[in-house]
């Protein structure tokens, strides 16, 4: 599913217009997305938890030359999924 057939779902679910429906669902993202830039959690009970985790620096290997390189270390996004989000998928 992409943004715009997540758009569409929601539309049929509340029967709210496409451009309210739209602007909610860009304002949610980017609500998460300042929140994590702040490295904030944001936490969604029952359906998940985004957060900023830091991965470490190591070794990697072009699989074109074969050569080594050193990839940094950075901070990316992560999401865990929820108990509730866990038990509906599972069934």
């Given at each position: 599913?992409n943004?715009?057939?997540?758009?569409?779902?929601?539309?049929?679910?509340?029967?709210?217009?496409?451009?309210?429906?739209?602007?909610?669902?860009?304002?949610?993202?980017?609500?998460?997305?300042?929140?994590?830039k702040?490295?904030r959690?944001?936490?969604?009970?029952?359906?998940?938890?985004?957060?900023?985790?830091?991965?470490k620096?190591?070794?990697?290997r072009?699989?074109q030359?074969?050569?080594?390189?050193?990839?940094p270390?950075?901070?990316?996004?992560?999401?865990?999924?929820?108990?509730?989000?866990?038990?509906?998928?599972?069934?």
């Amino acid at each position: 599913m992409n943004k715009g057939e997540l758009i569409t779902e929601v539309v049929k679910k509340t029967g709210l217009n496409q451009k309210d429906v739209k602007g909610c669902i860009e304002a949610t993202f980017q609500a998460i997305t300042d929140t994590l830039k702040k490295k904030r959690d944001v936490v969604l009970l029952g359906f998940g938890t985004f957060k900023v985790a830091k991965r470490k620096a190591r070794t990697g290997r072009n699989p074109q030359t074969g050569t080594t390189l050193k990839i940094p270390a950075r901070e990316v996004p992560v999401f865990r999924a929820g108990g509730k989000l866990k038990k509906a998928v599972s069934k």
